[in-house]
T-cell receptor
Framework: EAGVAQSPRYKIIEKRQSVAFWCNPI?????LYWYQQILGQGPKLLIQ????????DSQLPKDRFSAERLKGVDSTLKIQPAKLEDSAVYLC?????????????FGEGSWLTVV | GESVGLHLPTLSVQEGDNSIINCAYS??????FIWYKQESGKGPQFIID?????DKRQGQRVTVLLNKTVKHLSLQIAATQPGDSAVYFC????????????FGTGTRLQVTL
């Protein structure tokens, strides 16, 4: 079974530029998550989708971050404009339902450096 | 707010010895806990989980212990191998928060030969 796929793996941009990350969850997984992991810290949830609806986006900086999952499968996370403090790994994860005990599987992450 | 923290940032263990990684959590409403392993340059990998109605769960070479009285979680790795070198995170989910996980800052396990 294929895992969670993410691209690009690495991205370097200048501050105030924009960037987009793509995620393809495990086939059949209804729930998709985007986490931000700053170096030396644990992952922090940015947004959670159930199919194509948003379940939780309370920690998403909505003035610059946006995410969508239009057809309930793939998802895109966008940052515009980027700030230096956005340098982090952006992890996509998925689970088979709303996650009541079901395992959450992570992708390899998209590493963003803002200079 | 809720927090999950780890007692030791770095743990050094000799190959073949047992490892114990500890984690404290502060929210008594948490009902589900997971341990993840993260190798350099990779995403977190699920190791083992435990629900709050249990106090012990065993997997292959790993055991998770939950002490709800003192809000403490531990991961025991038997016969530690070089491949176990990684950062280990505990994560908790508060009951009713629809699978939102709160992660600690991680413990780095270094296995020496």
């Amino acid at each position: 079974e294929a895992g969670v796929a993410q691209s690009p793996r690495y991205k370097i941009i200048e501050k105030r530029q924009s960037v987009a990350f793509w995620c393809n969850p495990i086939s059949g997984h209804a729930t998709l998550y985007w986490y931000q992991q700053i170096l030396g810290q644990g992952p922090k949830l940015l947004i959670q989708f159930q199919n194509n609806g948003v379940v939780d986006d309370s920690q998403l900086p909505k003035d610059r971050f946006s995410a969508e999952r239009l057809k309930g499968v793939d998802s895109t996370l966008k940052i515009q404009p980027a700030k230096l403090e956005d340098s982090a790994v952006y992890l996509c994860a998925s689970s088979s339902d709303r996650g009541s005990g079901n395992t959450i599987y992570f992708g390899e992450g998209s590493w963003l450096t803002v200079v | 707010g809720e927090s999950v923290g780890l007692h030791l940032p770095t743990l050094s263990v000799q190959e073949g010895d047992n490892s114990i990684i500890n984690c404290a959590y502060s929210n008594s409403a948490s009902d589900y806990f997971i341990w993840y392993k993260q190798e350099s340059g990779k995403g977190p990998q699920f190791i083992i989980d435990i629900r709050s109605n249990m106090d012990k769960r065993q997997g292959q070479r790993v055991t998770v212990l939950l002490n709800k009285t003192v809000k403490h979680l531990s991961l025991q790795i038997a016969a530690t191998q070089p491949g176990d070198s990684a950062v280990y995170f505990c994560a908790e989910r508060v009951s009713g928060t629809a699978s939102k996980l709160t992660f600690g800052t991680g413990t780095r396990l270094q296995v020496t030969l």
